[in-house]
């Protein structure tokens, strides 16, 4: 009797603990499915915030093309597995009915492209709270949300003590809830209300403008096309191989150009060329139009800067008359007396006097070329008058005489 009794008490023990093994087993294979359903959930938010990283411009153009409507075409799994966003085929729900749903709008409200300041908000949710048994569940929709949020969303979900309102991880964030009746066991992952999860960051698309000033750390920008800039450009050394300059190229110093080494002046090769001061050419220039020297020369004034080359310039009144620095003191290329023009004369003809410049005074050189004398008399070549002159031709009566002589005119300074 004893030993029935003992048996009895074996087999009954014995069904306890399997029941509870089968219920261990259960338990743990039901967390096993909802981790699963939320990691997968959370590869889809992740492919998700991709896309829209990727599309902004897209969808930056949409909704200006649409008035402002922020309203935005969302991507469906399908699309997300083309664009490669996602790398395999997921179910279009969750494993206990309803589909995945998944909203996108441009915020804030009135935003524009050229202010820079719109952002995508999304919001990706199954269409069906999760349910155990017919009831909402919300130790599983929290086990979901808990798995998916270690995918690096932003998941959340409803209780029974609060079903309207969705609430992030330890209450990081919270929404409404999107599901008809807001029921509990609503599960959401999002990107935030008012920001696209990348206005941080410079967009590669160029959609976002910089709202600051960047610090690049010191490091080298490569292959930029163009830079447009509205205020300085400072630099030691500036490198180019075109640069075209629509203002001005200023400097505190001398413009040195130099070779690419920086060992020596560089060749320049221009168009017309405006100096406003001091020129020095220490090697050849070669000039294809004209040279325009500044009026600055003051006939016998003083000057300097010969010792390192010949300096030259204008009369100052603008006579055209180039002069050179010699002795210290300017004076005219070609000597202190300019020849001007020839004439062939004879007696009682007149020679015009050159139009000189007010600093230089008219002179005349006759010599004879061809006279008659009379062997008895005396031969007489002169002139009359400061310019013009009238040249003369007498014998020792006075008489005037036959012949021809060369008139030279000339400027003196």
Not at 134 to 155: P, R
Not at 244 to 251: D, E, G, I, P, Q
Not at 332 to 355: E, F
Request: net charge negative; charged share 10%.
């Amino acid at each position: 009797m004893g030993s029935l009794i003992e048996m009895v008490v074996f087999l009954a023990a014995s069904a306890i603990l399997t029941v509870v093994s089968i219920q261990q087993d259960v338990a743990k294979r039901r967390s096993e499915v909802l981790a699963a359903e939320g990691q997968n959930e959370g590869v889809i938010v992740s492919a998700l915030a991709s896309w829209v990283s990727d599309n902004f411009s897209n969808l930056l153009t949409q909704y200006t093309a649409s008035g402002g409507n922020p309203i935005l075409s969302a991507p469906t799994l399908a699309q997300l597995k083309s664009s490669g966003e996602l790398k395999q085929n997921y179910a279009a729900g969750p494993f206990w009915g309803g589909a995945y749903t998944i909203q996108m709008s441009m915020v804030p409200a009135g935003c524009t492209q050229a202010a820079g300041n719109c952002h995508v908000t999304w919001a990706f949710y199954p269409s069906m709270p999760y349910k155990r048994n017919g009831v909402s569940d919300v130790e599983g929709a929290a086990q979901i949300a808990l798995a998916g949020n270690a995918s690096n969303g932003q998941f959340g979900y409803s209780s029974t003590r609060n079903s309207a309102t969705v609430y992030g991880i330890n209450g990081a964030w919270n929404a409404s809830n999107p599901l008809p009746g807001a029921p509990a066991a609503a599960i959401l992952a999002t990107n935030g209300s008012v920001d696209d999860g990348t206005s941080l960051y410079i967009r590669r698309d160029g959609s976002l403008t910089w709202t600051g000033d960047q610090n690049v750390n010191g490091v080298s920008l490569h292959n930029v096309n163009s830079i447009d800039a509205t205020g300085t450009i400072a630099a030691p050394t500036l490198s180019a191989s075109n640069v075209a300059v629509s203002n001005s190229v200023r400097t505190p110093g001398t413009l040195q150009v130099e070779n690419a080494a920086g060992t020596a002046p560089a060749p320049i090769n221009t168009g017309a060329a405006t100096i406003n001061g001091n020129a020095t050419i220490n090697g050849n220039a070669t000039i294809s139009g004209t040279a325009q020297l500044g009026n600055i020369a003051v006939p016998r004034g003083a000057c300097s800067g010969t010792g390192s080359g010949t300096v030259v310039a204008g009369e100052k009144n603008g006579s055209g008359v180039m002069f050179s620095c010699q002795g210290g003191i300017w004076l005219p290329i070609g000597g202190t007396t300019l020849r001007y023009d020839y004439y062939q004369v004879s007696n009682g003809q007149v020679v015009p006097a050159p139009p000189c410049s007010p600093n230089a005074a008219p002179a005349v050189v006759i010599d004879p070329k061809s006279i008659y004398v009379d062997s008895t008399a005396t031969w007489n070549v002169s002139f009359t008058g400061t310019g013009p002159w009238t040249v003369w031709f007498t014998d020792g009566s006075s008489n005037a005489g036959q012949g021809v002589a060369i008139a030279t005119t000339y400027c003196a300074y």
